[in-house]
């Protein structure tokens, strides 16, 4: 069992930033994909970023360089910076971990079904 638990969230004004976090319970985090996904209200949960094990990323077509995603494995922690944030990035921020191992490919590890652990989620509200 994999316990994933964020933080970070909060308001930012537009053009503003934040970063989450998502700290990992387990002692093999590090052989772990993680991913982001976010949920706005009357949504579906899409899609943000990802990072594999060996620390290769991909991310989403709305994110174009604005948001980070990176990883501490000594501190089993995932990361997302995010930058020039708009409000239509207001949303519940999840984190999610794929312990399987499959391939890492933006197709894969943009589909929910791929994951098998989920975060209570964050909340990140942008105003205008």
């Not at 990802?50 to 948001?67: L, P, Y």
């Not at 990176?70 to 930058?83: E, G, I, P």
């Not at 207001?90 to 975060?119: H, N, Q």
Request: some cysteine.
């Amino acid at each position: 069992q994999v316990q994933l638990v964020e933080s970070g969230g909060g308001l930012v004004q537009a053009g503003g930033s934040l970063r989450l976090s998502c700290a990992a319970s387990g002692r093999t985090f590090s052989s772990y994909d993680m991913g982001w996904f976010r949920q706005a209200p009357g949504k579906e949960r899409e899609f943000v970023a990802a990072i594999s094990r060996s620390a290769s990323n991909t991310w989403a077509d709305f994110v174009k360089g604005r948001f980070t995603i990176s990883r501490d494995n000594a501190k089993n922690t995932v990361y997302l910076q995010m930058n020039s944030l708009k409000p239509e990035d207001t949303a519940v921020y999840y984190c999610t971990a794929r312990v399987r191992l499959f391939p890492f490919t933006k197709a894969t590890m943009s589909a929910i079904s791929e994951y098998d652990y989920w975060g209570q989620g964050t909340q990140v509200t942008v105003s205008s």
